[in-house]
């Protein structure tokens, strides 16, 4: 009788977030008054990367490619004109990756890699340095807006109010990736670059959904996410999605596996998950 009442109990909870997911409204963007987040620009760059889809060689994920690397280019030549932030752009990173080690399969990146140099690579180059990530590619079927065009647009926005900022403490290192639909090949791919080797922290921004807030899902330690939760304006998270996830109960990869798995980098997962139904399917964003 008892697993009766909590199997209908799970039905009924599952039955209410579909429910929850289809009906949800698209919220409005908030006005950008006095926001020190220019979410017009990331909103117009979000429009830019979900006009067609664009999975990776693609003709389209190449338009994605030329964009991101525009964009980075007018933001380091602003900013040579008026500070002396060192930022250094990777167009289309071309490390080779093995599929695997009895077999001839390989994988080239096509990773957009960028860095702003921090005051403590500047006194010591072997100094740690911070990762941001997300992937430039979509799946085959969807625009690839949610998924993850929000990530991109943000951490595109993320470099610009940085550099802006003149010279950070730490290095950044922003890793806009490739073929993360695909096994998580642009993360793995990353791992082999040189820059990878001073990684010390990570954050990567993914969409598990097509809505809603972001919210840390997955940690690699309590005090990352004491740290995230007394720095960030409006912290969230939970430890539901990670543990549904490592259960099996919710099939997802993300790059946070790469970094934080095998390569054993101290890192949070981030995203918003809310509308998940629309995720990866032929409905367009509703902008
Ligand atoms: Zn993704």
Redesign the pocket.
Known sequence: MKSTLLFISLLLILVALIVENIFREAKNIPSNTNDPFNSTRAYNHLKEIAKERHPIASEANKKVQDYIVGQLKNIKNNIANNTNVAMEIVDSDDTELLWSSNSNEYFKSSNVLCKVIGKNEALDPSSPSFLLSA?YDSVPSSYGAS??GG?IAILLEVVEKIVSQGQPSYTLIVNFNNG??FGLLGSKSFAKHQWFENVAVFLNM???GTGGKEFIFRSTNAELSKLYGESATHPTGDSIGGDFIRSGLIRSV?DFSIYADTYGIPGLDIAFVERRVFIKNFIPFRF
């Open positions: 992937h998924d993850d990530g993360e639909e993914e969409g598990g993300t």
